[in-house]
């Protein structure tokens, strides 16, 4: 990424996969500018871009799912709820062709439906069963695991304490594996009103996109009143959202503003930007680079950058080129640690040879 007027710093030099390269230029404006030309009036001076930072595997999954079934079957393609928590993505994909709706009820009957990153509950699948429509699951192999944790430990009569938000599509869907034995927290003030039938056999369970200290804090209060409570070896939080934060964590105490980029109903792009604030730094949640605020930097040399693992990383590149227009002459990359993580693809799709054209009638003709 060296450019013009500035020079780039790696605190770590990593180079970009093929794949990270790919997911580097998606959904980027077909004619290359820049959304955001004006000047910044401000004396800014370095530039500290978190790593690693934006897509993670389970988003490049669920877009790779739409965009090949787009591909290979044509529009529309009915997607329920976001595929993923952020603005750009889904214009990008409506523009291709998707459908976004919020029930199902909105699908056609015996039409084509996937289901986003963040999962349904089991509910939402014998609905679409009922109905005749044809599903692609795009939930995230990380969520699927918390799903199977819950049916497992609700089989064997557990009381569950999912750690989590409970507005949060991830929540509700993993929540209606067991909704009679699930109970929703978010706080470590929320453990002592805790009601459950058997004190002595009570699980937890996380939701995958939390702050990893503050989930720390409420399983060590669930431990303390439960001490018999079993669950996973350490959380559910994924790889992502712990590298994400560990890499803002470090840039947040170079810097005296961060900003993170990411949708306000993104959860783990609200905790990234509460992460800096905790690890020192002001930091502002952007959903692209129009809404950054001169005054924001008064006084201020270096600001770090970073986001959420629902970002596509041109709204990086072009929050750098703004940032650049305020003075930014280095560009530190501060990559905490390399990430290799890919999901395959559901079978429907790996079945299919690349480029060809099908007709949606054979899209399950195998099952
Ligand atoms: S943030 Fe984690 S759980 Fe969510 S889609 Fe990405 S990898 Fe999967």
Redesign the pocket.
């Given at each position: 990424m060296d450019g013009e007027g500035y020079r780039i710093e790696k605190e770590r030099a990593v180079p970009y996969t093929g794949g990270r390269y790919r997911w580097a230029r998606w959904g980027e404006p077909a004619d290359g500018t820049s959304r955001e030309r004006s000047q910044l009036p401000v004396a800014l001076e370095e530039i500290f871009l978190a790593g690693p930072r934006g897509f993670?595997?389970?988003?490049e999954r669920?877009i790779e799912i739409v965009e090949k079934v787009l591909g290979v079957y044509g529009a529309p393609v009915y997607v329920r709820k976001e595929i993923?928590h952020n603005r750009h993505v889904v214009e990008t994909l409506r523009a291709k062709g998707a459908i976004f709706v919020e029930d199902l009820a909105e699908v056609p009957d015996g039409a084509l439906v996937i289901f986003s990153?963040h999962g349904v509950s089991p509910a939402v699948r014998d609905e679409a069963r009922a109905r005749g429509l044809r599903v692609i699951d795009a939930t995230?192999p990380?969520?699927t695991k918390v799903h199977i944790e819950a049916i497992r430990y609700a089989q064997d009569g557990y009381t569950i304490i999912l750690v989590g938000h409970e507005d949060h599509d991830e929540v509700i869907g993993t929540t209606g594996e067991a909704p009679a034995r699930i109970r929703v927290i978010s706080s470590v003030e929320e453990v002592a009103a805790l009601v459950v039938a058997d004190p002595a056999k009570v699980a937890y369970l996380t939701q995958?996109?939390l702050s990893v200290e503050d989930t720390q804090a409420v399983i060590e209060a669930l431990r303390q009143r439960f001490p018999g409570i079993v669950g996973p070896s350490r959380d559910d939080i994924?790889?992502?959202?712990q590298n994400r934060q560990a890499a803002v964590r470090a840039v947040a105490s170079q810097v005296e503003v961060v900003l993170v980029l990411g949708a306000a109903n993104s959860s783990?792009a609200c905790r990234l930007r509460e992460v800096a604030e905790a690890a020192g730094a002001r930091a502002h949640l952007i959903d692209d680079p129009g809404d950054i605020r001169p005054e924001w930097f008064s006084g201020v040399r270096q600001v770090g950058v970073t986001a959420g693992?629902s970002t596509p990383e041109f709204l990086v590149r072009e929050t750098i080129e703004v940032l650049k227009r305020g003075g930014v002459t280095t560009i530190h990359e501060v990559q905490v640690v390399d990430e290799d993580v890919r999901f395959a693809l559901p079978r429907e799709l790996t079945e299919i040879p690349s480029g060809s054209r099908q007709d949606r009638s054979r899209l399950f003709s195998h099952q």
């Open positions: 993670c595997a389970g988003v669920a993923v990153a995230c990380l969520v995958t996109t994924c790889y992502a959202t783990n693992a």
